[in-house]
């Protein structure tokens, strides 16, 4: 076995729990910090949304969870399980195969009680700086603020980051979109359709919460335009069984006239922009003095898309690869 490292686990997500959990079956002393007081991180719903509908302003709250009150997962279980811990029916849980996500919160608190890991995490500690001390593969002095409300540091020989990769928006920037002075919202703030009623919503990116919540919004919407950047996807114009429902492409933002202008020479007056357009990496908390360093949803230089070379592996960063589907691109 290895020599036995201190680490720091930031997060208590499902990247921060296998983290958690492989480290000390390997023998390594961990110790999680947590800024909420609960584990799951996407997965614990909150009906709360940001004071800044499109997530810029400074000063605003910021919510963890990105997650709408009706999502189902969009990975089938067999996906979404550990390689030695499925993801398996429970006995009067939702059956499906793509169940409500409420069933994969429940998943993963059984996962934590089964390998006895709530022991290991420090609930509402915000991890606010990590910074190198020492030379060679030296240490990380790690700054959290604790339960009281004070700043604290102690000083691990490996960090791992398991912050999470969707609470950041990224917004769409169409010509035009700099001027538009109406309503607009990200998806990390949407949670139920009823605020859409008889409204004409724009809705930017069709990616899977694109899709998703435009069905969900088209339900009390009196129109949905949802423009995709997929040419083939506007071949389909109106989308089965949801008349108020256009696919199109969209030109430019008129905000004098307020309107939308899309590609195929149509417009629309609507009311409001709503952005689905994912989100962007954020380590608020990361002192390297640009030896990583974050760009355009790009961190690096990074081995794998894990361990920064420059540190060995007392600095690692896990889940980046988003397209694999996170949770199997962390276990299997
Ligand atoms: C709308 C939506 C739907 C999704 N659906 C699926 C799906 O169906 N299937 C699937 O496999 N994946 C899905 N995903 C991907 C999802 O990101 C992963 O399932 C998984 O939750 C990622 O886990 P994580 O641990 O990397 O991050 P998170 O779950 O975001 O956890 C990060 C944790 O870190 C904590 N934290 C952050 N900063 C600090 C700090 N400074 N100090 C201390 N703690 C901190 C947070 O409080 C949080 O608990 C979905 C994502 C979204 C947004
Ligand atoms: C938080 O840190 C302060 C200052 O170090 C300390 O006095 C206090 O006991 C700590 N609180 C907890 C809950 O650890
Ligand atoms: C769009 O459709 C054409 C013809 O069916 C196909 O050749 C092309 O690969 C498709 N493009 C995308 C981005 O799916």
Known sequence: ???????????????????????????????????????????????????????????????????????????????????????????????????GHEEFLLFLNDFVRNFEITELIRFNSEVVGVERVGSGYGGWSVEFKNKSGSFETEIFEAVLICN???????????PGMEKWKGKQIHSHNYRVPKPFLDQIVVVIGDGPSGMDISKE??????????????????????LEGHDNLIISQIECVDDERGIVLFKDGSSVHHNIIFHCT????????????????????????????????????SLSFLALPTRVGTIFGLVK
């Open 217 to 238: 919004i088209a339900t009390e919407a009196k129109e949905v335009h949802l423009s995709s950047r997929s040419p083939n996807t506007t071949k389909i114009s109106k």
């Open 164 to 174: 999470g990769h969707q609470t950041i928006p990224i917004l769409a920037n169409p």
């Open 1 to 99: 076995m290895a020599k036995s490292v201190k680490a720091a686990v930031i997060g208590a997500g499902v990247a921060g729990l296998v983290a958690a959990r492989e480290l000390r079956k390997e023998g390594h002393k961990v110790t999680v910090f947590e800024k909420s007081s609960k584990i799951g991180g996407t997965w614990v719903y909150d009906p709360r949304i940001e004071s800044d509908p499109i997530s810029i302003d400074p000063n605003r709250e910021i919510v963890h969870s990105s997650l709408y009150l009706s999502l189902r997962t969009n990975l089938p279980r067999d996906l979404m399980g550990f390689s030695d811990y499925p993801f398996s029916v429970r006995e009067n849980g939702d059956p499906r195969n793509y169940p």
């Open 278 to 313: 994912w989100y962007k990496f954020d380590f608020p908390f990361l002192r390297t003095n640009g030896i990583v360093t974050v760009d355009d949803n790009r961190v690096g230089p990074l081995y794998k898309h894990v361990f920064a070379p420059e540190f060995g592996p």
